[in-house]
């Protein structure tokens, strides 16, 4: 029997192990820390770094030294034949001999060093591949500004349904204690029967939502998930509080201090597409020079009417060759020149489309740093009107209950609270929220958080 309890003990003891195992706890600074290193889309980002990194590598490899080796072997099922006048031998005028010229068999084994001398396409290439691993990273940080904020934006959503649900079940337990009593007052002949339906109206509709909200959690629970790059069915648990992170993030030397427009990443990135179309027309002109390339090979060959090419008595001889090549473009029927021209079109393009992102970034940043002092205020704003509407409602139900308000004037109360209730906790959100927005646009990420 002792046997038994102790079994049953470290079974349960091993239960509840692995059960806090699979709960994880997340603050929202590690949310996004984890986010950041296990977040799918974050982690193509930083594979698109390493590529980069690799595309780099290989472009500058066509300009270093390239040796390649050959082995051929030839069998002559059936070796030519060449006609040679016979007169070359003693024989009559006019006619020819049939003659064969050289073995049946023969094997070759060469090997080749090639170097590029000159090649300016190869010198825009090596410029193009560090815009291109810089292109990369910005699109990295682009990518980990963007994870981080729908990290916010999903963990304030929990944080939203889970204040929501209890403060469901905060009415939902008043109201049907309210009901619970007036009902009772209605049986005694102290009440109409209008005033019970009043509240089961406002009951009803208190349960209603509650359920609706329960079912928005799990739904903002997955959806957290995916963004930290879990299992959609992870137990996930977070541990900061709605009203904590709304004072945390209020920061009016956010508003205040000067944003410089060229910091922010998607002024990089516009600056990164014009240095790609610059070098593409540097591209273009390079065509036109001549292209310069060395090579030196060696190599053994031999020959044999049987396949002797193993034995070590088989000859083999060597030979070697040094040379170097120069292409010189001369005409093109104008295609360069085309190539060079649409070049320079779009480079034009992407220095206008530079000078727009500028102008719209300072647009957006202005109306995002609108957006949150906005959100600041409204929060200060409804929580004051929360307040009003949590002393009207209280003042309306003892007066209901004295007898001295209606059953509509509580309703009307009660729905006012409510709707209260809801816009302070949105306003909250949506402090946390536009400051995010703010940040991501400014690229201007407060650490602590």
């Known amino acids: 029997m002792t046997k038994k309890i102790a079994f049953i003990f470290v079974f349960l003891i091993n239960i509840s192990i692995f059960s806090q195992e699979k709960n994880q706890h997340f603050s929202l600074q590690e949310a996004i820390d984890y986010a950041l290193e296990n977040n799918r889309t974050s982690k193509n980002a930083q594979r698109d770094i390493e590529a980069a990194k690799q595309q780099k590598w290989e472009t500058t490899a066509t300009g270093l030294p390239q040796i390649d080796a050959t082995i051929d072997y030839q069998n002559f099922l059936k070796q030519q034949v060449s006609l040679i006048p016979a007169e070359f031998f003693g024989g009559n005028p006019g006619e020819f001999a049939e003659l064969t010229f050289g073995t049946k068999q023969s094997m070759s084994a060469t090997a080749t060093l090639r170097q590029k001398l000159f090649d300016g396409s190869y010198l825009v290439g090596l410029q193009s591949a560090k815009v291109y691993l810089e292109i990369s990273k910005n699109a990295k940080t682009k990518t980990d500004l963007e994870v981080r904020k729908a990290v916010i934006n999903a963990y304030g959503n929990v944080l939203l ?17 309210n009901l619970n009593d007036l009902t009772q007052m209605y049986k005694n002949g102290l009440e109409e029967e209008e005033s019970v339906e009043q509240l089961q109206i406002t009951l009803s509709g208190v349960d209603s939502s509650l359920k609706n909200t329960l079912r928005l959690k799990t739904l903002a629970y997955q959806m957290l998930n995916i963004t930290l790059g879990l299992d959609v069915h992870n137990k996930t648990i977070v541990t900061d509080s709605l009203e904590d992170l709304t004072l945390k993030n209020m920061s009016l030397d956010l508003l205040e201090s000067p944003v410089n427009v060229e910091n922010t990443i998607d002024y990089l990135i516009a600056e990164n597409d014009k240095k790609s179309k610059e070098l593409l027309l540097k591209l273009e002109k390079s065509k036109a020079l001549p292209t310069l390339n060395a090579f030196v090979n060696g190599g053994y060959q031999g020959y044999g009417d049987n396949f002797n090419f193993t034995s070590k008595d088989q000859k083999w001889f060597g030979s070697s060759l040094l040379g170097i090549n ?38 957006q940043i202005a109306s995002a740093k609108s957006d949150y002092q906005f959100a600041i205020e409204d929060y200060d704003n409804k929580k004051q009107n929360l307040n009003l509407a949590e002393r009207i409602e209280k003042k309306n139900e003892i007066k209901f209950f004295e007898g001295i308000a209606s059953s509509f004037d509580l309703r009307q109360a009660q729905t006012q609270l409510y709707t209260a209730q809801q816009e302070f906790l949105q306003a909250m959100l949506d402090v946390i929220n536009k400051k995010a927005e703010l940040e991501t646009i400014t690229n201007s990420i407060n650490t602590n958080e």
Request: proline share 2%; net charge neutral.
């Open 161 to 177: 349904a889970e204040q929501s649900v209890q403060i469901l079940e905060r009415n939902k337990a008043v109201l049907e204690k």
């Open 326 to 363: 120069m292409n010189i473009p001369i005409f093109s029927s104008l295609g360069r020149s085309a190539a060079t021209q649409r070049a320079k079109i779009n480079l034009a393009k992407s220095e206008d489309d530079l000078i727009e992102t500028e102008q719209k970034l300072q647009l």
